[in-house]
């Protein structure tokens, strides 16, 4: 009997594949916050999430012209962040709220990270019969 990883991991997986995209994000913004004009972004992680796991249902095109379904799908996953309170300069990076948005996003990576080592813990001494 094959293992099925997709059932035994669950979302997860995915979970921190998005989770590690958006802290990219994050710490550009951060990076950024002294740039004039840079516009803070971030991804809606429902979406991005949901769209990551129909990556494995993809669709195909029926012309060369037409984009991949996933190229359009990141570029819609990714918006602007509307500043709290805009600077002179154009800049919308609000370096607090960006720090928690970060600190947020890696302890839910963490949280990820810590079901899925305890799942492949448990597929490990299901294997090995413990």
């Given at each position: ?94 370096t607090q709220q ?33």
């Amino acid at each position: 009997m094959a293992i099925s990883f997709e059932n035994a991991l669950g979302i997860h997986a995915q979970a921190l594949e998005v989770r590690s995209s958006r802290a990219e994000i994050l710490a550009n913004n951060l990076v950024n916050a002294d740039t004039p004009g840079f516009k803070a972004r971030d991804i809606d992680f429902k979406k991005m999430l949901g769209q990551t796991m129909d990556q494995a249902m993809a669709m195909t095109t029926t012309n060369g012209k037409h984009l991949p379904h996933s190229q359009l799908e990141a570029a819609d996953a990714l918006l602007y962040r509307a500043p709290m309170q805009p600077s002179v300069d154009g800049n919308t990076v609000d370096t607090q709220q960006e720090m928690a948005a970060f600190t947020k996003n890696a302890m839910d990576y963490q949280a990820s990270f810590q079901f899925l080592n305890s799942k492949f813990k448990g597929l490990t001494s299901a294997i090995k019969g413990d």
